[in-house]
């Protein structure tokens, strides 16, 4: 049998090809080879906002552009976690072994009370057990996960831990984090320091949704500086990022002609920059109309939605069913 994988996207921001690069290639990746659950974490949406705005159509537009940009339904189980109650339940068993002094040490947690000092709910300080609902509902191997989510997978790894501790039996595997080393490609950011993100300015990050005017618009702006004082002079980091950049959407030729250019101080940044535009609008467009495409489909929606909440609940269910019976509720 194919071992598990599965991670949970939040339902936060548009994709962007910081993430498209990193993360969701991999999951396209990892489709092929692994059992797969993706799911789109509405749940945890509440432990920051009690009344999310459009809820459901921010899970839409999830769902919608990661099938844009290549995860595909019929290899991995796409679904919202709120479609597969059976979480919630495994999370009430999952809370009743989790100690509040290990809750509250999580680095996560103690950022959020700083960040909402008004709204320190319970779910907030559960968020780990829930994740650990998530991942062990179905019994997962490994979870892809990046350097900020470490620490809540750590807290799964013990709740499995201590689970089949408790109870006496080696139910639940540990869940180990899902390495992709020197595989992960960083995409850097417009304003010529450290990564593409959006937390960092919405001109820092290029959308797969933007149309060309925007993207031009923000590859213009993107920073430089005066250029070189001499031949084949170190590349200050802004002056790196955008080669870095050019060397993922572009041409190899595109890239040596410029970084020649660059060598002899021949280099106009202006044309670089708008070389680099288009080549970013030719990645960026099939992506944007599949977007459009899928955006004005509910019926496919639907369908997707449907079939991904099919699959998780069966896988749920069973998992479900065995906790019952292993912690000693047995119906009459
Ligand atoms: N906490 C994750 C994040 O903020 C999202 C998430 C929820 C998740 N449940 C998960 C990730 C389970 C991996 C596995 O990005």
């Known amino acids: 049998m194919k071992e598990i994988v599965l991670s949970g996207i939040r339902p936060t921001g548009n994709l962007h090809l910081g993430n498209y690069y990193g993360a969701?290639?991999?999951?396209?990746?990892?489709?092929?080879?692994?059992?797969?659950?993706?799911?789109?974490?509405?749940?945890?949406s509440l432990t920051t906002h009690p009344h999310p705005d459009d809820l459901h159509g921010r899970v839409k537009q999830i769902l919608v552009e990661y099938l844009a940009a290549g995860l595909d339904p019929e290899k991995a189980t796409l679904y919202v976690q709120s479609d597969v109650p059976e979480v919630v339940e495994l999370y009430l068993f999952l809370n009743m072994n989790a100690y509040i002094g290990e809750l509250e040490r999580v680095t996560t947690f103690k950022e959020k009370v700083r960040k909402q000092p008004d709204n320190v709910n319970a779910g907030l300080l559960t968020y780990p057990t829930?994740?650990?609902?998530?991942?062990?509902?179905?019994?997962?191997n490994y979870i892809p996960v990046g350097k900020d989510q470490e620490q809540n997978l750590e807290k799964a790894r013990d709740f499995a831990e201590r689970f089949n501790r408790i109870y006496g039996i080696d139910y639940f595997p540990v869940p180990q984090?899902?390495?992709?080393?020197?595989?992960?490609?960083?995409?850097?950011?417009?304003?010529?320091?450290g990564k593409m993100g959006k937390s960092e300015g919405e001109g820092n990050a290029i959308f797969l949704y933007e149309d060309d005017k925007s993207i031009r618009k923000k590859v213009m702006r993107a920073v430089t500086d005066s250029g070189p004082t001499e031949p084949n002079q170190v590349k200050?980091?802004?002056?790196?990022?955008?080669?870095?950049?050019?060397?993922?959407?572009?041409?190899?030729?595109?890239?040596?002609?410029?970084?020649?250019?660059?060598?002899?101080?021949?280099i106009r940044y202006g044309d670089m920059k708008k070389q680099l535009a288009e080549d970013i609008i030719q990645m960026v467009t099939p992506f944007r109309e599949r977007i459009n495409e899928l955006s004005s489909n509910d019926e496919y929606i639907k369908k997707v939605a449907r079939?991904?909440?099919?699959?998780?609940?069966?896988?749920?269910?069973?998992?479900?069913?065995?906790v019952r019976e292993i912690i000693g509720f047995r119906s009459f």
């Open 236 to 266: 200050p980091e802004p002056i790196q990022n955008l080669f870095n950049l050019m060397k993922i959407v572009s041409k190899p030729e595109t890239v040596q002609f410029f970084d020649e250019a660059y060598n002899n101080m021949s």
């Open 24 to 44: 969701v290639q991999n999951f396209i990746k990892l489709q092929d080879s692994y059992n797969c659950y993706f799911f789109i974490a509405d749940y945890h």
């Open 130 to 140: 829930l994740m650990a609902a998530d991942i062990l509902i179905h019994k997962s």
């Open 307 to 322: 079939m991904g909440a099919e699959k998780a609940h069966e896988s749920a269910s069973k998992t479900i069913k065995e």
């Open 177 to 193: 984090a899902f390495n992709f080393g020197n595989e992960l490609i960083k995409v850097p950011g417009l304003d010529g320091s």
